[in-house]
RNA sequence: GCUCCGAUGGUGUAGUCCGGCCAAGCAUACCGGCCUUUCAAGCCGGCGACCCGGGUCCAAAUCCCGGUCGGAGCACCA
């Protein structure tokens, strides 16, 4: 056997597959295999599983937000568990109070079906008293130096003064904190690791601070917040987590909460980061966005120029098409650039089968067809669902058509161009002549046009720009995505005369 | 600087754990053709990749070592 082996080795490939074909032709058929892609199983026990999604109410959710969402949705799916939404807001100072209605909105728009809505600020006492009980056993203790000298401690490998400091006095300190008798920056809580490791964000890490921000839903009553680390190692535990997926920036904080499982002799769930995405060019960062909103440089979250879970939807993003770009990207820990082209592919298979086709005229310019008699157009809404009708316009002699400015642009003497579905039109000496012709033209030299009723449009693009024109006037009577033919798919909203620009 | 992670076509990925079915699959983009009274969609065909250098092995995209490049973190943000 291992001679056979040797032997094939060292041989030719072609001359094995020559042998091959002449003695066992069946063997070299290979099937074409489809490829369906689909996202790994998770390890561990498939009962009883529990997920969560964790954002902070800083504002609504944006597109970086949707790979998250998407693939903790698509797991617990899959293993009918549970999925818990958990409000992070244990930092007063970066709270939108309007981030807590928003967020489960936009959720819904993704189809993300959440069972549970958890808010930390309510489980504050919760933590605190894990806290005591990590004061107890001696893993966290209170410590009073400013801020830069706990970091130069910890660049040195260095206890601070207050490492040691005994059981009781830290439990009176943490009381003081709790009940406001210190005040924001005098003091911290935190969390006892080792100082000489390797790795600095995991030497000592702060568990508790005070904030000088009074937290909008429960201002009147607390003072003391852990910090996300803490809260969220807490959490996971109490609420029965038991796969957590997210990005690989989170990476750092995993190894610090691993460090109150540990404490505590808690079960800890299974991690996942995937990598980076990284988004070129465009604007992902809340704050930045607030700040443009605030400054009025933005109409609001669903400015078309943002890319907040809102804009993305109303500009004609289906939720099916954030779950396969997320399925299909899968939960690989490489780092990786967001791809609009496949993203927009994706929608546009999404959205095709049902846009309706109607005509919009940019910068529309009014022309009359000299010499055309009384004319009738039936132009399919779908060309290939006959079934959706045909919209119908009768043009009557002597009546106007709008065509577009760059259209108008192109012609030169002599031009024949056909105005689709309706006739063909010769340009000669400035004027448009109707021409007998019915012949299909060569490509390129179909326009679309607009009757005379028409309404007047315009459609907001994602880079900021307007297009204004005209819309066929059985436009107004249709909402959702459409396809404006040479143009694009847009959102429309034609009660207001305008739509939102899709993608190509 | 330190810690951790990663590297497959222009782009997104499959395969890597457990080496042989990989002569590397799929999608997207691009090119050509078909269809079409939209520059859309659809159909057919084509182009195009295992970061580099060593090693182990009959056999390496896959395992080991070194290098290079890229990323994340090193906040009393999440």
């Given at each position: 056997m291992h001679s056979v082996v040797e032997d094939l080795n060292s041989r030719d490939r072609e001359e094995i597959i020559r042998e091959a074909?002449?003695?066992?032709?069946?063997?070299?058929?290979?099937?074409?295999?489809?490829?369906?892609?689909?996202?790994?199983?998770?390890?561990?026990?498939?009962?009883?599983?529990?997920?969560?999604?964790?954002?902070?109410?800083?504002?609504?959710?944006?597109?970086?937000?949707?790979?998250?969402?998407?693939?903790?949705?698509?797991?617990?799916?899959r293993y009918s568990g549970t999925l818990i939404l958990r409000i992070e807001d244990t930092n007063p100072g970066n709270i939108d109070p309007e981030a807590y209605r928003m967020i489960p909105e936009d959720l819904e728009s993704l189809g993300v079906k959440v069972h549970k809505i958890v808010i930390q600020s309510s489980r504050l006492d919760l933590y605190y008293s894990e806290a005591r009980s990590l004061i107890e056993k001696g893993f966290v203790y209170i410590c009073t130096c400013e801020r830069e000298t706990a970091k130069r401690y910890k660049a040195e490998m260095k206890a601070c003064p207050h490492?040691?400091?005994?059981?009781?006095?830290?439990?009176?300190?943490?009381?003081?904190?709790?009940?406001?008798?210190?005040?924001?920056?005098?003091?911290?809580?935190?969390?006892?690791?080792?100082?000489?490791?390797?790795?600095?964000?995991?030497?000592?890490?702060?568990?508790?601070?005070?904030?000088?921000?009074?937290?909008?839903?429960v201002g009147d009553r607390y003072v003391l917040f852990p910090t996300m680390n803490f809260s969220v190692a807490v959490d996971d535990h109490h609420l029965k987590l038991t796969h957590v997926v997210r990005g690989r920036d989170q990476l750092n904080n995993t190894y610090r909460q691993r460090f109150i499982f540990r404490y505590n002799n808690w079960k800890e769930p299974y991690y996942f980061h995937y990598g980076m995405i990284s988004y070129p060019g465009t604007l992902l960062k809340t704050?930045?966005?607030?700040?443009?909103?605030?400054?009025?440089?933005?109409?609001?979250?669903?400015?078309?120029?943002?890319?907040?879970?809102?804009?993305?939807?109303?500009?004609?993003?289906?939720?099916?098409?954030?779950?396969?770009?997320?399925?299909?990207?899968?939960?690989?820990?490489?780092?990786?650039?967001?791809?609009?082209?496949?993203?927009?592919?994706?929608?546009r298979g999404f959205v095709d089968q049902t846009a309706m086709r109607l005509f919009f005229?940019?910068?529309?310019?009014?022309?009359?067809?000299?010499?055309?008699?009384?004319?009738?157009?039936?132009?399919?809404?779908?060309?290939?669902?006959?079934?959706?009708?045909?919209?119908?316009?009768?043009?009557?002699?002597?009546?106007?058509?709008y065509i577009q400015q760059s259209d108008m642009n192109g012609m030169s003497e002599g031009d024949t161009v056909r105005l689709k579905d309706l006739c063909n039109v010769t340009f000669h000496n400035g004027l448009f002549h109707y021409s007998e012709g019915q012949e299909l033209l060569r490509r390129g030299s179909i326009i679309h046009w607009c009757p005379e009723n028409s309404s007047s449009y315009r459609v907001e693009k994602p880079d900021g720009t307007v297009d204004s024109g005209l819309i066929e006037p059985l436009g107004k009577d249709i909402t959702g995505v459409v396809q404006m033919e040479r143009y694009g798919y847009v959102n429309s909203f034609p009660e207001k005369g305008i739509g939102y620009y899709t993608h190509r």
């Open positions: 074909e002449t003695r066992f032709p069946e063997i070299l058929h290979k099937m074409k295999k489809e490829q369906e892609h689909t996202l790994p199983d998770l390890p561990g026990d498939h009962r009883d599983v529990v997920m969560r999604l964790a954002p902070s109410p800083s504002g609504p959710l944006h597109l970086g937000h949707t790979r998250m969402a998407i693939l903790n949705d698509e797991y617990v799916r490492r040691n400091t005994g059981v009781e006095e830290n439990m009176e300190m943490f009381e003081k904190m709790v009940s406001g008798e210190i005040k924001a920056g005098e003091a911290s809580a935190v969390v006892k690791t080792s100082l000489d490791d390797p790795n600095p964000s995991l030497r000592d890490w702060i568990a508790f601070r005070i904030s000088p921000h009074r937290h909008p839903l704050s930045l966005m607030k700040k443009g909103i605030r400054e009025g440089k933005y109409k609001g979250w669903d400015d078309v120029r943002l890319l907040t879970v809102r804009s993305l939807i109303r500009r004609g993003y289906r939720p099916e098409t954030f779950r396969k770009y997320w399925v299909d990207s899968g939960l690989r820990d490489v780092d990786a650039t967001f791809s609009w082209e496949i993203f927009d592919s994706i929608n005229v940019r910068d529309p310019v009014k022309i009359r067809i000299e010499g055309a008699p009384e004319m009738e157009a039936k132009i399919p809404f779908h060309p290939s669902r006959p079934d959706l009708g045909k919209r119908e316009y009768r043009i009557g002699v002597n009546q106007h058509v």
